[in-house]
């Protein structure tokens, strides 16, 4: 196996850089209708990503087990080349999209993602508002290490893909030429995926290539100027609370619930489900039930 760059480590500086240039941009013409900058958000963007390199290098600890078992255990074996690594890269886009798409329709899954839609800023910055829970996102990568693919190489793919969507954080960016904006992820898209609108909801969910949400119907072009944040937004830089409360809410939740589908459906249905209410249940049955008399007449 040959040493991949760390490309996240590598990319530090051009993080900052670009970041300054936004904030110069930002203020030197400043644009009324954009959701800009705001020092205490900005701060807590920064302080989710350091505490996140802290948390996934503890959660790294069993994935890497994980995958090494299973590595060991596949017979196939997928070569770091230089026109493989082109295709890991495209295979690995592909199994993120799925991740990235569950973890917003699964509500014990969405508590992890929860936190990078939680600003109601869009800028390089909320890029870096990243989930201290990501234990949740290996088993949609298990087939390509049961494929062949060296645990160290999905590393590296993981790594560019997060890199890549470092700049599409931005609302300085209209739109990239028309070619571009329908193969790949841009600020255009991305805008629409972080937007709080109900139209806006739960679309575009590629990292690199868009193409994934033309094929499986979660695409949606960038319309009307996108509201940023949450439906429900939760109005605190903690990042103690940023990190933890859609968990708290589920916790909160189950132990309401009247009876174990509820409890199930509150912590493995959508981020939005609610029970069917006894009022609604019972006009349901009494509904049944005149249809029932109706047909025996």
């Not at 760390?6 to 203020?27: C, H, K, N, Q, Y």
């Not at 931005?170 to 904006?181: G, H, L, Q, V």
């Not at 959508?270 to 249809?291: F, I, K, L």
């Given at each position: 196996?040959?040493?991949?760059?760390?490309?996240?480590?590598?990319?530090?500086?051009?993080?900052?850089?670009?970041?300054?240039?936004?904030?110069?941009?930002?203020?030197?013409?400043?644009?009324?209708?954009?959701?800009?900058?705001e020092?205490?958000?900005?701060?807590?963007?920064?302080?989710?990503?350091?505490?996140?390199?802290?948390?996934?290098?503890?959660?790294?600890?069993?994935?890497?087990?994980?995958?090494?078992?299973?590595?060991e255990?596949?017979?196939?074996?997928?070569?770091?080349l230089?026109?493989?690594?082109?295709?890991?890269?495209?295979?690995?886009?592909?199994?993120?999209?799925?991740?990235?798409?569950?973890?917003?329709?699964i509500?014990?899954?969405?508590?992890?993602?929860?936190?990078?839609?939680?600003?109601?800023?869009?800028?390089?910055?909320?890029?870096?508002?990243?989930?201290?829970?990501?234990?949740?996102?290996?088993?949609?990568?298990?087939?390509?290490?049961?494929?062949?693919?060296?645990?160290?190489?999905?590393?590296?793919?993981?790594?560019?893909?997060?890199?890549?969507?470092?700049?599409?954080?931005?609302?300085?960016?209209?739109?990239?030429?028309?070619?571009?904006?329908?193969?790949?992820?841009?600020?255009?898209?991305?805008?629409?995926?972080?937007?709080?609108?109900?139209?806006?909801?739960?679309?575009n969910?590629?990292?690199?290539?868009?193409?994934?949400?033309?094929?499986?119907?979660?695409?949606?072009?960038?319309?009307?100027?996108?509201?940023?944040?949450?439906?429900?937004?939760?109005?605190?830089?903690n990042?103690?609370?940023?990190?933890?409360?859609?968990?708290?809410?589920?916790?909160?939740?189950?132990?309401?619930?009247?009876?174990?589908?509820?409890?199930?459906?509150?912590?493995f249905?959508?981020?939005?489900?609610?029970?069917?209410?006894?009022?609604?249940?019972?006009?349901?049955?009494?509904?049944?039930?005149?249809?029932?008399?109706?047909?025996?007449?």
């Open positions: 196996m040959p040493n991949l760059p760390d490309v996240v480590l590598w990319s530090i500086p051009a993080f900052v850089l670009l970041t300054v240039v936004e904030v110069i941009g930002v203020r030197l013409h400043p644009d009324e209708d954009a959701a800009g900058y020092t205490k958000d900005a701060a807590t963007s920064v302080g989710m990503g350091l505490g996140s390199l802290v948390f996934d290098f503890v959660w790294k600890i069993p994935i890497v087990a994980i995958y090494t078992a299973i590595y255990l596949t017979p196939l074996r997928v070569p770091v230089w026109w493989t690594l082109p295709l890991m890269l495209l295979a690995q886009d592909f199994f993120y999209y799925w991740s990235h798409r569950g973890h917003h329709v509500r014990v899954l969405w508590a992890c993602h929860v936190v990078h839609h939680s600003s109601e800023k869009f800028n390089l910055t909320t890029a870096l508002r990243q989930p201290w829970t990501t234990l949740t996102v290996w088993p949609f990568y298990v087939p390509l290490i049961a494929l062949g693919v060296h645990p160290a190489a999905l590393a590296f793919c993981s790594s560019a893909n997060l890199v890549y969507q470092f700049w599409i954080h931005t609302e300085r960016i209209d739109r990239m030429p028309r070619w571009f904006e329908f193969v790949f992820n841009t600020p255009s898209h991305h805008r629409v995926h972080h937007a709080s609108q109900g139209g806006y909801l739960d679309r969910f590629g990292g690199i290539l868009i193409v994934w949400d033309r094929l499986f119907g979660s695409f949606v072009p960038e319309v009307d100027r996108p509201v940023y944040g949450l439906t429900k937004n939760i109005n605190t830089f990042p103690i609370k940023v990190a933890t409360h859609e968990y708290v809410a589920i916790v909160k939740d189950v132990k309401a619930a009247g009876g174990w589908r509820e409890r199930t459906g509150r912590v249905r959508g981020p939005g489900w609610q029970p069917a209410s006894a009022p609604e249940a019972t006009t349901a049955t009494a509904t049944a039930t005149a249809v029932e008399e109706t047909t025996a007449a």
